[in-house]
């Protein structure tokens, strides 16, 4: 009997532990997800998922740089001797057409580009009809396939197919988790410290996955690097699917109806934001498909010097970003002078390079470039979100798809205009066009330098919980809010109250808008 009742003891212990370690995984999920749900906590957790989509996007854009171009060589060498063995008979042999390879490498490269330029607009007016959520956990999913696709392809085609579905994913990703940001961090200062994060995870990003990809693709194969990058990219949907819970069913009545994007991109001030983002992205996105055969022509640099060319630029646009950081908090009215002064750095960069003989001094103008890249973009960006506050309603999704397809005619006319433009006029005259067109659209900014006094008088928050009631639709407003907070809320004749408080809203949001 001894032994039977020492059996039941143990199994009897054994069902005690494993209560007490089920109820203290349960006690640790329950304060996980109470921690999750503390409104600041949140606040950082998104910003962490949103850096590493912006990571991701940027590091598979990149990645491709050293790969792409030998993968696609071999696929044409197979290619070539396959034609070769049938057409061995007519003792006829198919020439390569290293120009069709160009077009083909120039192609699949502005891809991306080119359909996250015809995809924004609809993926703006998307996230602000449905949030921010859904379309960064639609995005994430897009770039996991796109970034899987990568890995396996065989041929030209998937590659192609696989490039434009990541610029499909970019273009609900990147706006949705910009405008995300602008969201949550409603303070100037906090909003613009946390722009500038993701900015630098972008610029990380860019310049990291060039040697990541060709020493992975050197060492691993082909697989490696895209797969890598779709498990994290797979771990940050999960984490976007866990904290932001996209498909959860939660009132949005809250939230108000965003202006549409036709009517944004005429506002005169976005306009001018959205000019210094194109032009000045210029020569960044000019210059990565034209440099390395200007280096190996005029420097007769190694290779491993143009695998790095771009990467000591990272810490000066770090800077850049950092230095914004800190003055736009300290001197907020000043943001377009900023991004003036990138806008000449930038210049001046583009106008010198030309006349660097080796390896170091282009190091100079190119550390100069990505500087004043961050200088504009850094000022600039949030500069939109405030714009938006100020001018027209609280909701992002449509001003960021604007900043996106700003950013997608740079570099959707890289790949494609700037090889031309070398092979016609020559890589001086390209350097001086982007610097003087830098430069001479610097004083365009100026037309920002009062935007910071709008800041007042424009949101009928303050207007009302601060200032208190100081007219008719201001008292309405008031108690109608008051109602609504108690559940009182009711309908009322069209021909009524009613009808006066809509069109007052009518005429608020062309000018102020409510905040989210």
Known sequence: MEPESNTETAAANLAQTAASKLSQMSERTKQLGTAIQNPERQKRIILVIVCVALLLDNMLY????????????????QAVSGAVRVNFTNGTAPKVAEENFDVQIGVLFASK??????????????????????????????????????????????????????????????????????????????????????????????????????LLYEFAGQHVPFMVLAAMCLGDGIMCLVVLKPFSNRERENMPVGTPIYKLMVDPYIAVVAGALIICNIPLAFLEPTIANWMEETMHSEQWQVGITWFPAFFPHVLGVFLTVKLSAKYPHLQWFYGAIGMVVIGASSCTMPACKTFGQLMIPLCGICFGIALVDTALLPTLAFLVDVRHVS?????????????????????????????DLGFIQLNLGMGLSNMLYAPALLLLKNVSKMKPSFSERNMLLEDGTTGLYDTIKMEHREKKKKGLCTTIDENGIETFAQRSFSEEESSGGEYA
């Open 62 to 77: 990149m990645v491709i740089v050293p790969i792409i171009p030998d993968y696609l060589e071999e696929l044409q060498k």
């Open 395 to 423: 909701v992002y999704g449509s001003v960021y798809a604007i900043a996106d397809i700003s950013y997608c005619v740079a570099y959707a006319m890289g790949p494609i205009v700037a090889g031309k433009i070398v092979h």
């Open 113 to 214: 580009a080119l359909v996250q330029l015809v995809v924004n607009p609809l993926s703006g007016t998307f996230i602000d009809r449905v949030g921010y959520d859904i379309p960064l956990f639609i995005g994430l999913n897009i770039m996991f396939l796109s970034t899987v696709i990568f890995a396996f392809a065989g041929n030209y085609a998937t590659l192609f197919v696989a490039r434009s579905m990541q610029g499909l994913g970019s273009a609900f990703a990147d706006t949705s988790g910009i405008a995300l940001i602008a969201d949550r961090y409603t303070e100037e200062a906090e909003r613009s410290k946390a722009l500038g994060i993701a900015l630098a995870f972008i610029s990380f990003g860019s310049l990291v996955a060039p040697p990541f990809g060709g």
